[in-house]
């Protein structure tokens, strides 16, 4: 079922997404208790994506601590993602296809980001410079925050 909603370029239903996420840090929980690590946080990329899901989340699994956002222009963005594709293989690292994503982005993600900046769970991170540099940034941050990066 979750190929097929990729593969037509779908969103998995919000119910789908949150289920699999939750059983993925239970069982990660599980896993790090058997071996004497207390250790509870985790760090999901690219979620949440809309509201909803942001919503479902948080009542149904837990509240999440903060958002990490890059701040990146589009112009860039573009430009990074079109030079990722000489390589990556993926279909979606063209123009048009970019610009089709930032758009969705800007529609149903900025709300999200939005939301959690007003309940001061956002940290902001410019992400012009290079890789380098941005990672020092996120570590320092994450730090700010009481999440010690360890590698």
Same mark, same amino acid.
């Given at each position: 079922?979750?190929?097929?909603?990729?593969?037509?370029?779908?969103?998995?239903?919000? +119910?789908?997404?949150?289920?699999?996420?939750?059983?993925?840090?239970?069982?990660?929980? #599980?896993?790090?208790?058997?071996?004497?690590?207390?250790?509870?946080?985790?760090?999901?990329?690219?979620?949440?994506?809309?509201?909803?899901?942001?919503?479902?989340? +948080?009542?149904?699994?837990?509240?999440? %601590?903060?958002?990490?956002?890059? *701040?990146?222009?589009?112009?860039?963005?573009?430009?990074?993602?079109?030079?990722?594709? %000489?390589?990556?293989?993926?279909? *979606?690292?063209?123009? #048009?296809?970019?610009?089709?994503?930032?758009?969705?982005?800007? +529609?149903?993600?900025?709300?999200?980001?939005?939301?959690?900046?007003?309940?001061?769970?956002?940290?902001?991170?410019?992400?012009?410079?290079?890789?380098?540099?941005?990672?020092? #940034?996120?570590?320092?941050?994450?730090?700010?925050?009481?999440? +010690?990066?360890?590698?």
């Amino acid at each position: 079922m979750i190929k097929e909603y990729i593969a037509d370029g779908k969103i998995v239903p919000m +119910e789908v997404t949150v289920q699999l996420l939750e059983n993925a840090m239970t069982d990660e929980i #599980e896993r790090k208790k058997r071996e004497g690590d207390g250790q509870r946080r985790f760090l999901i990329d690219g979620f949440p994506r809309q509201m909803d899901q942001a919503l479902k989340f +948080e009542e149904s699994v837990c509240p999440s %601590k903060f958002t990490l956002f890059f *701040d990146c222009p589009e112009d860039l963005m573009q430009e990074r993602l079109i030079n990722r594709g %000489k390589t990556s293989g993926r279909a *979606d690292d063209n123009a #048009e296809s970019i610009k089709k994503r930032f758009r969705t982005f800007v +529609e149903t993600s900025m709300p999200v980001v939005d939301y959690f900046a007003k309940e001061g769970k956002v940290v902001k991170v410019s992400a012009r410079k290079g890789p380098e540099e941005i990672y020092e #940034e996120v570590k320092k941050r994450m730090a700010e925050r009481g999440f +010690e990066m360890t590698k």
